[in-house]
């Protein structure tokens, strides 16, 4: 009896493991044509989940090459990987576009300390990009901690030889965590150019996160209209840290922060976009691009910055190819230079688009992570994005429920024009700032459905966009 | 101008990193009842996500306890742990319930090898739970490879003297990984029953997982009706190891498997479920219970399975009782025992709730990983699942999209019945069975945003299902 009953419920519980719905479309809720697409969705899909190569590709990127800071060795290497790949995969045409590319070098490993009751803390810090050295000996003085960039500037001369402390954290409370770095990041990108107009010796900033952890999160930040004499070294220290020092300051508002960086700006570097397309079967002028950004920051492995965007944009002209999906417009794929510090290669590329007078009709980029699909951000006229957001039954199956009006991406961004339908692949956000511009960016962060997922919800997308735009497109046959 | 440029461009990107839309509710398109729904469930998530205590709450469970198997010294401390922390939170009351349990031990850490060209191969190998011991020499035979119960049955007296390996892998085409689990596990329940008819040596499983790696996925078995003379020893393979297995047997078909394990099941032991309750306050003869399970597999932590479960379910109350939301009906909060073998918690709960003539009017279980939320599986009459779907508008911009028919769980299963809507909580499942019942089921797999976003969505449904499930009730004050 007793095991009747423990079979009964083995299979209730395997009832219950098969009731969680697969969730299929209703088929007769389609148009003949939406049937077309439904399958065609569904074959971009189970290929990816099948057959996917994105997963290795950015094994070998992150492991073999590692970090791809622009003007970089890695970065260098990663172009040639880049082209390489894309033959591999068959595009019709591969080739280099030559951007000449900030280069910034980090130095040595940064340090940072302060000492306060007795006690001598060890803070993990590191140099945002475009930041000057610190002197050789490092900088030594108060710390003044502030909220805000308007916070500092009503601190005017007091800050003179101090170094100033921007500690405003992420808001938690906001379901998209983009959204909290977005109402964060002036701290990091602007917080030097402040204080360095009023003397402040240093600025160091708290990690861009909502972990509270051990690791600095680096970044890009800039001097603005800043005269060069007024450069002040800038740094960022980990989440954790930044509660510590804010701690101790209460307690001891004298305490003296000590650190020492040696990062320099060398003169601009020759690089190249990686692009590679395939030729549109019926309306090859017109264009449609997708990508993401080769070079990384250099302190991880670049994985989900922005390793899973290229391997994805890659697996896109993959899929379509496996599945024998042609395009009726020409399908270029981008693998962008720069983005981290400058967009050089985004802005070449969309100033040689101008200047050959091509004609962009849509635009998908994948720089957000490689985590689980959520859906797309869309930058188009009303018109499209209505049309965009009409395909809504066919990609909700797959997870894919955002349809939202709203950016894009900094390296398609430049393309924007009220014809060019330009689309910001979004996957979940919780973890990316996790890992972003941090030591553990790297591929074992990477889930590999989630990735694929990535790759097949992007497909399907260009899919429909190729398909439906292209009737809707300006230019015609 | 370079610098014009250069701030252009930061700001342009900043505006994207804006752009992305937090999705407020239209409150135009809201009534003013939903209104104060929308509100509520506002104050249920920030409170999560800024006060949330089941991150730390789990930490200590997984850090301090570790592994629960029913019948283990952890299962027995997680009770006390449990009962400890339900009073610490405050509820009204707080007991245990007692229930006996299976006692399964795994014994010395299990040893499976084989040799073939010349080459010895470890194979990373866990015995089944209920499994029995090898003899102590082990076990040493022939291979024969297939793919299902069905498969196997047509071979047979073929079996006899051999090991059969399952190695039906999952489909990697199903979306949720649950229905591929739910494809596959009959394979690791049913082998040994099957096998142990026709004689078979043993058994060996491919492990239930969507990843190729080297980690053996345990769980649960059972011989069905076979003589217990015919009971043979099963156990699970990696998935990377069934991989190579099979190549191998391609190449040498007679290859002898060699596995070792000294796992028993031990006379029955005592146990309980804790259970815990806000009284309701204006029906509370009504019940709504909440619920994960406190035992886990022997091998992690258990921090996905279920210890997420329990810290959300425990999280529900606590923000009800921290917002000063008070539920009309009572909420109780269960911390089922004996999920993983035998679900005897489970029916020991339903069994008394039928005793005393207990009116369950909802229920909610998470046992689906701790990931980031995507909605809400119903097992309800067709009027209250409607009832529940209507609510979409209000719990979608937190991404709680699905809300479709299905099974709510094994644990509050049994209180199924016409008038008890039952729900399940479901996170996305791309990563769940990458650590499922296996050695890496651990803390630092669980995101901290993720799990308080779960807790603060099983909140608000159960938010929502207190208030309007009451006047939709059968037993009206």
């Known amino acids: 009896m007793k095991k009747i009953l423990f079979l009964l ?27 077309i697409d439904s399958t065609n969705i569904k074959t971009l899909f189970n290929s990816a989940l099948t057959n996917g190569k994105s997963y290795e590709w950015l094994r070998d990127l ?62 993990p810090i590191c140099a945002l990009g475009f930041s000057v050295a610190t002197p050789k000996s490092g ?24 170094i100033v402390f921007f500690n405003r954290p992420f808001d938690d409370k906001l379901i998209n965590t983009f959204k909290a770095y977005g109402g964060c990041v002036d701290q990091r990108v602007n917080g030097a150019a402040v204080c360095g107009e009023f003397g402040a010796k ?79 079967s019926e309306t090859p002028e017109n264009i449609m691009v997708v990508g993401g950004h080769l070079d990384s920051w250099d302190l991880g492995d670049g994985a989900h910055d922005d390793g899973t965007g290229i391997v994805q944009s890659l697996e896109v002209a993959y899929l379509f190819k496996k599945n024998n999906i042609k395009p009726k417009n020409t399908l270029r794929v981008i693998f962008f230079m720069n983005e981290e510090n400058g967009t050089r290669g ?22 957000a992570g490689g985590h689980t699909p959520r859906g797309f951000s869309i930058d188009a006229n009303s018109s499209n994005t209505k049309l965009l957001q009409s395909w809504k039954k066919l990609l909700s199956p797959y997870g894919l429920h955002d349809l939202d009006k709203g950016g894009s991406g ?13 689309v910001g692949y979004r996957p979940d956000s919780q973890r990316y ?41 300006p230019v015609k046959p």
């Not at 419920?9 to 049937?35: A, G």
């Not at 954790?240 to 040696?262: C, G």
């Open 410 to 422: 900094a390296d398609i961004g430049p393309l924007k024009d009220e014809n060019v339908t330009l």
């Open 433 to 473: 700032f996790d890992y972003h511009h941090t030591s553990i960016d790297t591929f074992d962060k990477v889930n590999k459905r989630e990735l694929e997922l990535g790759s097949a919800s992007m497909a399907s997308i260009l899919y429909l966009m190729d398909k439906y735009l292209y009737s809707n497109s």
């Open 346 to 367: 985004a802005k070449k590329y969309a100033e040689l688009a101008k200047l050959n007078k091509e004609n962009h009709i849509g635009g998908l980029e994948s720089d």
């Open 62 to 123: 992150t492991s073999n090459i590692g970090s791809r800071l622009s003007g970089s060795e890695g970065a260098a290497k990663s172009v040639i990987w880049g082209k390489n790949l894309m033959k591999e995969v068959g595009l019709d045409s591969v080739w280099l576009q030559p951007v000449m590319v900030p280069h910034w070098v980090r130095g040595e490993k940064e340090i940072a300390t302060y000492t306060t009751n007795g006690v001598q803390k060890n803070v």
């Open 202 to 280: 240093g600025v160091i900033v708290r990690s861009m996160t909502n972990s509270i952890d051990d690791y600095p999160h680096t970044g890009t930040m800039n001097y603005g209209n800043l005269a060069e004499e007024k450069y002040i070294p800038t740094a960022a220290i980990s989440s954790r840290a930044a509660n510590i020092l804010s701690d101790d300051l209460k307690e001891n508002p004298t305490l003296k922060f000590y650190f020492k960086q040696s990062c320099q700006t060398l003169p601009d570097a020759p690089s190249f976009n990686v692009v590679g397309e395939i030729k549109g």
């Open 9 to 35: 419920s083995i299979s209730l519980w395997l009832i219950s493991c098969n009731q969680k719905p697969e969730k299929p479309i209703d088929n007769n809720k389609l148009s003949s044509e939406e049937k």
């Open 139 to 162: 900088v030594l003085a108060e710390v003044i901690e502030v909220k805000s960039i308007e916070e500092a500037k009503t601190l005017g001369a007091k800050m003179e030889g101090k």
